[in-house]
């Protein structure tokens, strides 16, 4: 619950949230660690349960996203349709307006 309060707004709306839902009192500072510890917790057991993301790590370059949307017409009517890619490469040689 710590780490849900703690992520939905700010640490100390967070406090808040928890006084409010569960009656717990605590400062936003011990909200903040938890949160941390947890999220280093979750990196952990991600790459122990997907150990292909360590390819990508090792690959050369920058890292970037690359986004897109469309509208798809269905039988429901237009959806949104949205596509996202990571990606890493190496960057090209200086361009100036002249080239």
Not at 29 to 43: G, H, I, N, P
Not at 64 to 93: H, L, P, S, Y
């Amino acid at each position: 619950m710590m780490t849900l309060a703690g992520t939905e707004q700010s640490f100390r709306h967070g406090t808040s949230l928890l006084e409010a839902l569960a009656g717990w009192s605590t400062c936003h500072e011990l909200l903040r660690q938890t949160c941390y510890r947890q999220a280093d917790q979750l990196e952990q057991q991600r790459e122990d349960t997907c150990p292909e993301i360590q390819h990508f790590r090792d690959a050369s370059g920058e890292m970037e996203f690359q986004t897109d949307a469309t509208k798809v017409n269905t039988v429901e009517g237009w959806r949104d349709m949205k596509i996202g890619v990571f990606a890493k490469r190496e960057a090209g040689e200086e361009a100036s307006p002249e080239n």
